[in-house]
């Protein structure tokens, strides 16, 4: 693995990681979802990895400030952990996603495959929903989220998001709320606030039926979408949340859904799996090209 750094149209620098492979003309670029990157997040090395023993490289693209960690003191367990988003700027979503895709065509990848995982999912669908370019020849969507309904369903969210808003009324936008952003995770006030009002993200509302389908219509190349069977952000039917994502593509026929069984929102436990899916469906699509 390689850390690379990727410039965006706005001359801000992004910091993400490449696994090579040599002599392929096949990527995958990986979206990450919120709080996440390739040093705290297993399922991205473990991908990237098998990928890479594989033939295909990955490139992890990391949005605005995912790249840094950020150490803290879980009180509930009293241990440290690590995270890595806690400042994100959610209205630059697709130039950060076409940042990576241009960056993956400067290297003279032909084969290029964009992916994404949990709210990583969301910023591709936005991305490939509005692009104008043919870059990409695959896509895998895992975990994408209703945003609306998460919220509705993560702890103590109105206090989250009354204190975001107070402090960036403040100033104070910069300013790392006293509380884990979902219970998860630090997390600036601007940022949460952000999170909140992203519109441009609310592309899956399956289970909130509030937002827009026009990205999902719109995409242009066929894929796959993954989900774990436990996964407790997408409703009662994990797999019914993505059957529906894939009705409103524009040839559902086209697409693979998959469910992982056991598998929760993040694959805890079950990242070999979820790299071998990845690896199965990119193999299976240029099988069948």
Not at 23 to 45: A, K, P, R
Not at 129 to 153: A, C, E, L, Q, R
Request: charged content about 20%.
């Amino acid at each position: 693995m390689k850390i690379i750094k990727v410039n965006t149209k706005r001359g801000l620098e992004l910091k993400g990681a490449i696994f090579d492979a040599q002599g392929t003309d096949t990527v995958l670029v990986m979206l990450t979802g919120i709080c996440s990157n390739i040093f705290q997040n297993e399922l991205l090395y473990s991908t990237g990895k098998l990928l890479q023993e594989n033939g295909i490289a990955t490139i992890i693209g990391h949005a605005h400030d995912s790249f840094s960690c950020f150490a803290y003191t879980d009180f509930s367990t009293g241990k440290q952990k690590i995270s890595g988003t806690f400042d994100d700027n959610f209205e630059m979503v697709y130039e950060d996603v076409e940042a990576y895709v241009k960056y993956a065509k400067e290297l003279g990848f032909k084969n290029i495959i964009l992916g994404g995982h949990s709210l990583g999912s969301n910023k591709i669908i936005h991305y490939l929903g509005n692009t104008k370019d043919d870059f990409i020849d695959y896509f895998i969507i895992s975990s994408p989220v209703d945003i609306i309904h998460w919220w509705n369903v993560m702890p103590d969210v109105e206090k989250c998001f009354e204190l975001a808003q107070k402090w960036v009324k403040e100033g104070r936008g910069d300013d790392i709320l006293p509380f884990l952003f979902g219970g998860f995770s630090p997390m600036k006030a601007k940022t949460v606030l952000g999170f909140y009002n992203a519109d441009n993200l609310k592309n899956c509302p399956i289970l909130s039926k509030r937002g827009e389908t026009a990205s999902l219509r719109n995409m242009k190349p066929n894929g796959s979408f993954i989900i774990g069977s436990k996964d407790s952000v997408t409703g009662d039917s994990p797999k019914g949340f993505m059957e529906q994502l894939n009705l409103w593509t524009a040839h559902p026929e086209r697409n693979r859904v998959i469910e992982v069984k056991g598998a929760s929102h993040i694959f805890y436990g079950m990242h070999d799996i979820y790299g071998k899916t990845v690896l199965d469906c990119i193999q299976n699509h240029f099988k069948g090209a």
